[in-house]
C-alpha cells in the first residue's frame, strides 16, 4: 500500500481567489439547541376546511404549519432567503394556495426587513417569489373569497426611510403581474388590506404615515394616514373620515375587520392620543363611532391594531393588545379573554368561520391554538422561534450557552443534555431583562451578570439589582441593551456601559467609573429621516450611548468601544484616557455594533457597524491594524445584507465570522474575502456569536440557539496545499455517554435541541468519487482497532417491538466527492449480533446498544485510505471532565470490559460452530449411527449449555455468553469505579469460562474426531 504524506493541517484547493469551495466544509451542520419557548409572532392563519391545519409566521423566524392543532410545528419556509414574515395568508376557495408577505410589518425599535411576497401552491411545501422585493414590510395580505389569483397587499414600506414602492397592490393573476391601486406618497405606506366576505369588489385598507428614527425610540408620525374603502374591487378608493379622529388629533396606525355575519357592522382600534378608542360602524365604514376609549383595548397602535369578529355573532369582538379582550356587546363592555401579568403582547387573531370554539391568536411568545372557545389553548413552549439580542456562554462543561430573550426575560440554556437531547430540563431564565447582555462569572459559573444591571445566582434563584446607581439620576443613559462582559485576562473584572463605561472587580458591590461620555456632542441629523427632519434635533439632548465593548485578550489595559450614534474610541491605560478613532465612512447614528479585540496582534480590531437604522442595507465591517489611525472596509464577498457582529477565531489567525441579516459568513484571510457559512441554518437574523473552544455559538433574532459544532476543518484552510483526499486533523474527541435517562423517553411530540454528535468526529475530503474509502482507528501502539469501509453495508434491524422511527440512521463511510463527516462512537468494533436499542431512546435518533467497550483515553489515529494511498492523523480521546473516577479505575474497568467482551467473542464463535455441528448432526439418519449420535450430542450439548435459562453456571458456552453479557452492562453501565462484587463475579466468571475454554479444547481434539471416525467407517461424511 503506497502512503501519502500529509501535514498536520491540509488543505485544499480554492475555487475563486480568496474564498474556498463550500464542498470543502458542506457537510458540517449547524444544530438548535433550543429553547422552544417562542418569539414574536404576528401572520398567523388557519383553513376553515381543514381545523386541524394552521399556519403561523415568526417576525423572524419564517413560516412554520401545524396539522394537529398547535400539538407540533414544522417549519416549511427556510429554504427561502428571508425568514422576516409580515403576513400570511390561505385562499378561502383554495387551501394549498397561500401567500405570504415578507417584512415584519411593524414601525418598532429593533425589526427586521423583507424582501417582498411569496406564494405556494401546494399547502407550503415549495414557494415562489413574486416581487415587490423593495417593500420591505408588508403588513397585511388579503385573497378575494372566490378567485385565488386576485390577491392584495399592504405594503408598508421602509421603515427608516422613504420609497416608492408602497401603499395597495393588486394581482389578479395570482401574484405573476402587480399593480398599485393605492398610492400617497412616498412616506406613506400600507399595513392593513382587507376584502368584503360577501362582496369581494368592496375593499377597505389602513394607510400609515409613520417613520422610525436612526436614535433608540425615534419614531414620527405623518399627515396621510387614514382608512379608505373601494367598491369597484380595489381600482378606486375614497378616504373614509366620518366619525374618526383626524391626523390633526393624533390618528396613526388603524386596525379594523368586517363582521363575517353582517358586513355593515366594522369595528376598529384607532391609535389617535386622546380621541383613540374602538370604533363602530354600522354602515359598512362610511361613519364610525367610538364605544370604547379604555386604553387597554386599543392603544400603542405602532405595536396592536387587531380586531375581530365572531362568525355567526356581530356583537362578540375581540381585541388584541397586551390582553387579548372579550366584548360581547358590540365594544361597549370587555373582559380579560387571555392575558398574564406583564403582558403577553397579543397581535394576530383568526376564528374559524364554521366553528367558532376553534381560535389562533399570534402573540409574542409565538401561536397558540384553542378548540374550546378559549378554555384552553395549545403551548407555546414548542416553538424554537426565540429573539436574541447577544449570545454567551461559560466555563462549565457542558458549557451554557446565555441571551436575553425577546418578550420574554433570560435564558440559559446547557450546550448538551444528558438525556440524548436538549430538553426543557436543560434550560431556565437566568434573571437578565429582555434585552440584555448576559455574562456567566468566569471564576463561577453558578453566577450570572446582565441587563442593566443584575446578578442572579443560580443556586437560590435570586437575583439582586447591581446597578452603579441604586436610584437612578438622570446622569447617564442606557437603552435596551447595553454591554456587559468580563475582561478576557483578569476573571475578576466586569465592565458595564451606558453613556460611559463602568467597571467594578468585586460582583458590583461597588463600581468606577473608567471613561467620560464617549457619544456625540453633536451630529448631523441623517437625511434619511427626511419630512420629519427639523432643526430641533441638532440641539436635542444627548442621546447615543456605549454599544459595544472589547477588551484586548493581549493586553488588560487596551479596550475598544464603539457607541450607536457611529463613534469609536479605544484606551491604552485601563480607561484613564481616551483616543476617538473614528474613521470618516461612520457617520451620526451609524450603529457600531459589535467591535473585536485580535488575539494576535494588539493593533489589529474589528467593527461592524449596522447603518440600517440610516436605511442603508449594505454590509459594513471595517478593520484597522495600525491601533485605529487608519480604517479599511473589508466587505467583499458579503450579501447585501447589514452585518450585526464579526468575531475572530481566538486560535487561528485570520479566520473570521460575520453574522448578517440573514446568515453566518467566514472569512479565511482576515476578511480580504467573505463567503457564506449558511450551511443548513434556516434564514435569519444573526445578532452576535461566540467562538467557543472549537464550536461557533450563534444567537439569532427569530430561531433560537444555533451551534456549529467543531470548526477544526475551518481552521485548517490552506492555500498551497491540495490533494485528492484530505484527512483533516481531528478535534479533541471527548468520551461522553450520549443518554443517561433511565426513565422512558420523552414522547416524540416534545420539542428538543439536538445534542452534539455522540462520538469522535473525522472529517475528511475527496476531490472526485473514488472507489473504494477505508477509515481505520489505531490505538497508541499502532494497532487497528476499528475498521470502516465505503463497501460496509448497514446492519440488518431485526424484528423489533417498537416503531422504527426511533432509530438513528445509519451512517456508512462516504466515497462521493466532497467533505464528509464521518462519526467513531469511541468502541471496538460490535460483536456479530443482532442490534437491540435501550428504553432511553430519542426520536430518530437511537443508537443501539453497545457489545463492545469504550476505549480508554488517550492518543489515537485515524488512518483514511483512498484507492491505495493513505495519510494518518493524530487526535486524542479525553474523558468526561465531570468523571472524577481515576484513569487506574478506569483502565480496571476497561480491562475487566474487554474479558467479558473476549469471552462472548469467543463464546459466539463456538456457539456458532456448535450451531453448525448440530445441523449435520439432525442430517445422519442412519440407524447403525443412532447410539452414537446420541452419545456426541450429549457431550456437544455439554459444552454448549441450556439456552435461556440464566441461572445455569455451568461450564458451558451459553452460560459464558450470558453471564459475560450481564457483567458487560454492568461494567459499561457508567464510568464509576467497579464493585468488590462485580470484581468477584469476574473471578468467578473468568474460571467458567477457562473450564469451559478447556472442556471445547478437548472436545475438538478428541471427542469429535473420535465421532468422524465412526462416521466414516460406516461411510459417512465426516462433520466440520
Known amino acids: 500500500m503506497r502512503t501519502l504524506s500529509v501535514f498536520g493541517f491540509v488543505l485544499i484547493s480554492t475555487f475563486a481567489f480568496g474564498q474556498y469551495s463550500p464542498s470543502l466544509f458542506n457537510d458540517?451542520?449547524?444544530?438548535?439547541?433550543?429553547?422552544?419557548?417562542?418569539?414574536?409572532?404576528?401572520?398567523?392563519?388557519g383553513v376553515p376546511q381543514q381545523p386541524n391545519v394552521f399556519y403561523m409566521a415568526a417576525n423572524n423566524g419564517g413560516v412554520w404549519k401545524t396539522t394537529d392543532y398547535g400539538r407540533t410545528w414544522d417549519p416549511i419556509f427556510d429554504d427561502q432567503p428571508t425568514g422576516s414574515i409580515g403576513d400570511i395568508a390561505v385562499a378561502p376557495s383554495n387551501p394549498n394556495v397561500l401567500y405570504v408577505g415578507s417584512g415584519e410589518g411593524v414601525q418598532r425599535p429593533d425589526l427586521s426587513v423583507g424582501d417582498g411576497v411569496y406564494k405556494s401552491t401546494d399547502a407550503g411545501k415549495t414557494w415562489k417569489h413574486l416581487g415587490l422585493r423593495d417593500a420591505q414590510q408588508i403588513g397585511g395580505l388579503a385573497i378575494d373569497p372566490t378567485n385565488e389569483n386576485i390577491v392584495f397587499?399592504?405594503?408598508?414600506?421602509?421603515?427608516?426611510?422613504?420609497?416608492?414602492?408602497?401603499?395597495?397592490?393588486?394581482?389578479?393573476?395570482?401574484?405573476?403581474?402587480?399593480?398599485?391601486?393605492?398610492?400617497?406618497?412616498?412616506?406613506?405606506?400600507?399595513?392593513?388590506?382587507?376584502?368584503?366576505?360577501?362582496n369581494p369588489n368592496i375593499v377597505f385598507?389602513?394607510?400609515?404615515?409613520?417613520?422610525?428614527?436612526?436614535?433608540?425610540?425615534?419614531?414620527?408620525?405623518?399627515?396621510?394616514?387614514?382608512?379608505?374603502?373601494?367598491?369597484?374591487?380595489?381600482?378606486?378608493?375614497?378616504?373614509?373620515?366620518?366619525?374618526?379622529?383626524?391626523?390633526?388629533?393624533?390618528?396613526?396606525?388603524?386596525g379594523f375587520c368586517i363582521a363575517p355575519s353582517n358586513s355593515n357592522r366594522m369595528y376598529a382600534t384607532v391609535d389617535a392620543g386622546d380621541y383613540g378608542g374602538i370604533y363602530r360602524s354600522e354602515d359598512a365604514g362610511e361613519s364610525w363611532a367610538r364605544v370604547s376609549a379604555d386604553g387597554r383595548h386599543w392603544s400603542r397602535g405602532s405595536d396592536f391594531a387587531e380586531v375581530r369578529v365572531h362568525p355567526t355573532n356581530p356583537d362578540i369582538v375581540y381585541s388584541a393588545n397586551v390582553v387579548t379582550w372579550k366584548s360581547e356587546d358590540g365594544g361597549k363592555t370587555w373582559t380579560g379573554f387571555r392575558g398574564a401579568p406583564g403582558g403577553d403582547d397579543y397581535h394576530r387573531i383568526w376564528i374559524n368561520p364554521n366553528n367558532p370554539d376553534i381560535m389562533l391568536i399570534g402573540l409574542d411568545q409565538g401561536a397558540i391554538i384553542t378548540v374550546n372557545g378559549g378554555k384552553t389553548f395549545s403551548s407555546w413552549f414548542?416553538?424554537?422561534?426565540?429573539?436574541?439580542?447577544?449570545?454567551?456562554?461559560?466555563?462549565?462543561?457542558?458549557?451554557?450557552?446565555?441571551?436575553?430573550?425577546?418578550?420574554?426575560?433570560?435564558?440559559?440554556?446547557?450546550?448538551?443534555?444528558?438525556?440524548?437531547?436538549?430538553?426543557?430540563?436543560?434550560?431556565?431564565?437566568?434573571?437578565?431583562?429582555?434585552?440584555?447582555?448576559?455574562a456567566a462569572d468566569p471564576l463561577d459559573p453558578n453566577i450570572i451578570y446582565g441587563g442593566k444591571i443584575t446578578k442572579y445566582d443560580k443556586r437560590t434563584g435570586q437575583v439582586q439589582n447591581i446597578a452603579p446607581e441604586a436610584v437612578r439620576s438622570g446622569k447617564y443613559r442606557f437603552i435596551r441593551t447595553a454591554p456587559v462582559l468580563f475582561s478576557p485576562i483578569d476573571p475578576k473584572t466586569l465592565y458595564f456601559a451606558g453613556n460611559v463605561i463602568f467597571k467594578t472587580q468585586n460582583g458590583g458591590q461597588s463600581w468606577d467609573v473608567i471613561s467620560p461620555d464617549l457619544s456625540r456632542e453633536s451630529w448631523d441629523v441623517p437625511e434619511n429621516i427626511g419630512i420629519y427632519k427639523d432643526d430641533k434635533m441638532k440641539s436635542m439632548p444627548r442621546r447615543g450611548v456605549v454599544y459595544t465593548l472589547a477588551p484586548s485578550p493581549l493586553d488588560i489595559n487596551l479596550m475598544w468601544a464603539g457607541t450607536d450614534d457611529g463613534l469609536i474610541h479605544v484606551t491604552r491605560d485601563g480607561g484613564k484616557t481616551w483616543t476617538n478613532v473614528t474613521p470618516p465612512e461612520i457617520t451620526s447614528w451609524s450603529k457600531v455594533s459589535i467591535m473585536e479585540a485580535s488575539h494576535f496582534d494588539k493593533d489589529v480590531a474589528y467593527a461592524a457597524v449596522n447603518r440600517i437604522r440610516l436605511d442603508d442595507q449594505k454590509p459594513h465591517i471595517y478593520k484597522t491594524t495600525d491601533g485605529g489611525k487608519t480604517w479599511k472596509e473589508i466587505v467583499a464577498g458579503l450579501s447585501a445584507d447589514p452585518i450585526n457582529s464579526v468575531k475572530e477565531d481566538p486560535l487561528t489567525k485570520g479566520l473570521l465570522f460575520a453574522g448578517s441579516e440573514r446568515f453566518v459568513n467566514v472569512s479565511f484571510d482576515d476578511g480580504d474575502h467573505w463567503q457564506s457559512l449558511k450551511l443548513n441554518m434556516p434564514p435569519t437574523s444573526i445578532r452576535d456569536l461566540v467562538i467557543k473552544d472549537d464550536d461557533v455559538v450563534?444567537?439569532?433574532?427569530?430561531?433560537?440557539?444555533?451551534?456549529?459544532?467543531?470548526?477544526?476543518?475551518?481552521?485548517?484552510?490552506?492555500?498551497?496545499?491540495?490533494?485528492?483526499?484530505?484527512?483533516?486533523?481531528?478535534?479533541?474527541?471527548?468520551?461522553?455517554?450520549?443518554?443517561?435517562?433511565?426513565?422512558?423517553?420523552?414522547?416524540?411530540?416534545?420539542?428538543?435541541?439536538?445534542?452534539?454528535?455522540?462520538?469522535?468526529?473525522?472529517?475528511?475530503y475527496l476531490n472526485e468519487k473514488a472507489s473504494d474509502v477505508k477509515l481505520e482507528i489505531l490505538n497508541a501502539e499502532g494497532k487497528v482497532i476499528r475498521t470502516f469501509s465505503s463497501s460496509d453495508k448497514p446492519y440488518k434491524i431485526p424484528e423489533l417491538n417498537i416503531p422504527l422511527y426511533w432509530i438513528r440512521p445509519q451512517q456508512i463511510l462516504s466515497a462521493d466527492a466532497g467533505h464528509h463527516r464521518f462519526l467513531w462512537d469511541m468502541h471496538y468494533t460490535p460483536l456479530d449480533l443482532d442490534v437491540s436499542f435501550p428504553m432511553s431512546a430519542i426520536y430518530q435518533n437511537t443508537a443501539p446498544n453497545p457489545t463492545s467497550p469504550w476505549v480508554m483515553p488517550g492518543e489515537y489515529s485515524a488512518r483514511l485510505t483512498v484507492n491505495g494511498q493513505s495519510q494518518t492523523q493524530k487526535f486524542t480521546v479525553k474523558m468526561d471532565p465531570r468523571v472524577t473516577t481515576t484513569l487506574a479505575q478506569l483502565k480496571e474497568q476497561h480491562d475487566l470490559s474487554m474479558m467479558c467482551y473476549d469471552a462472548r467473542k469467543a463464546a459466539l464463535?463456538?456457539?456458532?460452530?456448535?450451531?453448525?455441528?448440530?445441523?449435520?448432526?439432525?442430517?445422519?439418519?442412519?440407524?447403525?449411527?443412532?447410539?452414537?449420535?446420541?452419545?456426541?450430542?450429549?457431550?456437544?450439548?455439554?459444552?454448549?449449555?441450556?439456552?435461556?435459562?440464566?441461572?445455569?453456571?455451568?461450564?458451558?458456552?451459553n452460560s459464558v455468553d450470558r453471564i459475560s453479557d450481564q457483567l458487560f452492562g454492568l461494567l459499561q453501565e457508567a464510568d464509576m469505579p467497579v464493585t468488590a462484587q462485580a470484581k468477584q463475579a469476574m473471578s468467578d466468571q473468568e474460571l467458567t469460562y477457562l473450564k469451559t475454554n478447556e472442556a471445547w479444547k478437548s472436545f475438538l481434539k478428541v471427542d469429535l474426531p473420535a465421532f468422524n471416525k465412526t462416521l466414516k467407517a460406516k461411510g459417512e461424511k465426516e462433520l466440520k
Not at 425610540?217 to 366620518?242: C, F, H, M, P, V
Not at 426513565?743 to 428538543?752: C, K, N, S, V
Not at 449420535?933 to 440464566?950: D, P
Open 28 to 45: 458540517m451542520k449547524w444544530r438548535m439547541i433550543g429553547p422552544h419557548r417562542a418569539g414574536r409572532t404576528i401572520g398567523a392563519v
Open 153 to 198: 397587499v399592504a405594503a408598508l414600506g421602509h421603515p427608516y426611510g422613504a420609497n416608492t414602492e408602497r401603499g395597495v397592490y393588486r394581482s389578479k393573476d395570482g401574484g405573476n403581474t402587480w399593480e398599485r391601486v393605492l398610492y400617497k406618497d412616498e412616506n406613506t405606506g400600507a399595513v392593513q388590506v382587507t376584502i368584503d366576505p360577501h
Open 205 to 254: 385598507a389602513d394607510l400609515w404615515a409613520a417613520r422610525q428614527g436612526p436614535w433608540e425610540n425615534g419614531a414620527w408620525q405623518g399627515k396621510e394616514s387614514g382608512l379608505y374603502k373601494s367598491t369597484d374591487g380595489g381600482s378606486t378608493w375614497r378616504k373614509i373620515t366620518k366619525g374618526l379622529p383626524t391626523v390633526d388629533q393624533g390618528l396613526g396606525r388603524m
Open 382 to 438: 414548542n416553538q424554537p422561534t426565540a429573539q436574541f439580542y447577544h449570545v454567551s456562554t461559560d466555563n462549565a462543561f457542558p458549557y451554557n450557552v446565555y441571551g436575553g430573550q425577546q418578550e420574554n426575560g433570560s435564558v440559559g440554556i446547557a450546550s448538551r443534555g444528558n438525556d440524548g437531547q436538549i430538553t426543557f430540563r436543560e434550560w431556565h431564565p437566568v434573571g437578565v431583562e429582555e434585552y440584555g447582555y448576559v
Open 698 to 764: 450563534v444567537g439569532t433574532h427569530g430561531r433560537s440557539f444555533w451551534i456549529l459544532d467543531n470548526i477544526t476543518p475551518l481552521r485548517q484552510m490552506k492555500k498551497d496545499l491540495a490533494a485528492q483526499a484530505v484527512l483533516y486533523k481531528p478535534q479533541t474527541a471527548m468520551r461522553i455517554r450520549w443518554s443517561m435517562n433511565p426513565d422512558t423517553p420523552l414522547p416524540q411530540e416534545e420539542p428538543g435541541g439536538q445534542n452534539p454528535p455522540d462520538g469522535a468526529v473525522i472529517d475528511y
Open 909 to 957: 464463535d463456538a456457539l456458532n460452530t456448535i450451531s453448525k455441528l448440530e445441523s449435520q448432526l439432525n442430517a445422519i439418519k442412519n440407524p447403525a449411527l443412532a447410539k452414537a449420535v446420541a452419545e456426541f450430542k450429549t457431550k456437544l450439548t455439554a459444552v454448549k449449555g441450556s439456552e435461556g435459562f440464566r441461572r445455569d453456571n455451568s461450564a458451558s458456552w
